[in-house]
């Protein structure tokens, strides 16, 4: 990655965290401050690329060295919408044909929807829940929404406000929502829902269940019983169809350099990515910047249950799936003939998911599962090293 800065290239400042981050495991913390002081002495004063990416990483070293771990879930977090998840909805090829063709093709014979989804609706712009929901007919399309929420943001989202929200997107779209047709319910997960408060079964065999997990998933293996609920509860309410979505990385190593070092390269070129999303030459917008300033600080300075950002490999995630009583559903359209995307250099098909790479670096994913049917016990297949607390059976 070209750089205007001090820093010879991204390889060379890799190589100067790493140095600290090993004096900071061996407990020579004078020497961890020589390497910080040499790091801010050349960063603190660029504005290039790198620059603002070894400052962000050498934060996290000094909250790492001095224990300082601030939650990583606010209430201002999670009013910046994540600019993947964003962008994957607005940009100039509609990857929501390729999903919209997965639920179709899934909910064949359904005439209404239950969508879950666990973000604040409004946040994410356009009605992108409705945007993948097919319309076999010229009627109104019956659709209810369950929508889980962190504890935290009790009291303070705005029932009405996301209620009217829906309302005007799905006019657009010939989706008409009643106020009983939106709930939102505060658990961390759904495998935390309790069934004596909110039901969430469908109301009649005509009826498709469809979930979207779209950056969800990897924020429950900090414990390794959440994963398991998790699992569990999607199995008993046996949807249709699970979307997921998730950055293609590989940062929940157990040991911390090793996760340091991966996902000092995978954000490099994430913010490379980013900057060629507008064409723009800035390295990152300031809430961008901020959103993921906080995973990088999640990711190499903190461990256990505080280790909120543990993204996974894609074959990582087939192997949990699978080994748990799910089976994939792979895309059916071609996606040979879609790598003019301007924001990606590449948009290809992996093990029957869509992948969106740049220079040959994959950035996200999106892959579709139902439960398989017919089969009462499963396994999991997680390695114990990268769960926060706990392991699986």
């Not at 929200?165 to 009643?178: N, Q, R």
């Not at 993921?292 to 894609?314: K, P, T």
């Not at 699978?322 to 003019?340: C, S, Y």
Request: hydrophobic content about 40%.
């Amino acid at each position: 990655m070209a750089s205007s800065s001090s820093f010879s290239s991204a390889d060379a400042a890799l190589e100067i965290l790493v140095s600290c981050a090993h004096a900071i495991e061996d407990g020579n913390l004078k020497i961890a401050d020589s390497f910080l002081h040499q790091i801010w002495n050349t960063a603190a004063v660029e504005l290039d690329l790198i620059s603002k990416l070894v400052r962000y990483f050498a934060e996290a070293l000094v909250r790492r060295a001095y224990g300082l771990h601030p939650p990583y879930y606010t209430h201002s977090n999670l009013q910046i919408p994540h600019p993947l998840y964003y962008y994957y909805y607005y940009s100039r090829f509609d990857i929501n044909e390729m999903v919209g063709e997965a639920i179709e093709s899934a909910t064949t014979g359904k005439k209404g929807f239950h969508l879950i989804d666990f973000h604040i609706p409004h946040l994410y712009g356009r009605g992108y829940l409705f945007k993948t929901l097919p319309n076999r007919s010229s009627d109104p399309l019956s659709v209810r929404i369950t929508v889980v929420l962190p504890t935290f943001l009790k009291n303070t989202v705005d029932f009405q406000e996301e209620m009217e929200y829906l309302t005007e997107a799905g006019k657009l779209l010939k989706i008409e929502l009643k106020k009983e047709d939106l709930r939102v319910v505060y658990a961390n997960s759904l495998g935390e829902v309790d069934e004596s408060t909110l039901d969430l079964r469908r109301t009649n065999d005509d009826e498709a269940l469809v979930v979207y997990y779209n950056f969800k998933f990897h924020t429950l293996l900090a414990e390794a019983e959440a994963m398991k609920k998790e699992l569990i509860k999607l199995r008993q309410l046996n949807p249709e169809i699970v979307i997921m979505q998730e950055q293609y990385a590989n940062d929940n190593d157990g040991n911390f350099i090793k996760r340091l070092e991966y996902s000092f390269r995978y954000y490099s070129n994430f913010f490379q990515y980013y900057s060629n999303l507008f064409k723009s030459g800035k390295p990152l917008g300031y809430n961008t910047a901020k959103y993921y300033m906080r995973q990088i600080h999640n990711i190499v300075a903190c461990e256990g249950r505080d280790r909120i950002m543990r993204h996974q490999s894609l074959d990582e995630w087939r192997d949990l799936l699978l080994t748990a009583g799910f089976l994939q559903i792979p895309f059916q359209k071609d996606v040979e003939n879609l790598h003019a995307l301007y924001w990606v250099e590449e948009i290809k098909e992996e093990k029957g998911c869509l992948v969106l790479s740049h220079k040959d670096c994959p950035i996200l994913f999106v892959s579709c599962w139902r439960p398989r049917a017919g089969e009462e016990h499963f396994k999991f297949n997680l390695n114990s090293n990268n769960l926060g607390q706990g392991t699986l059976s």
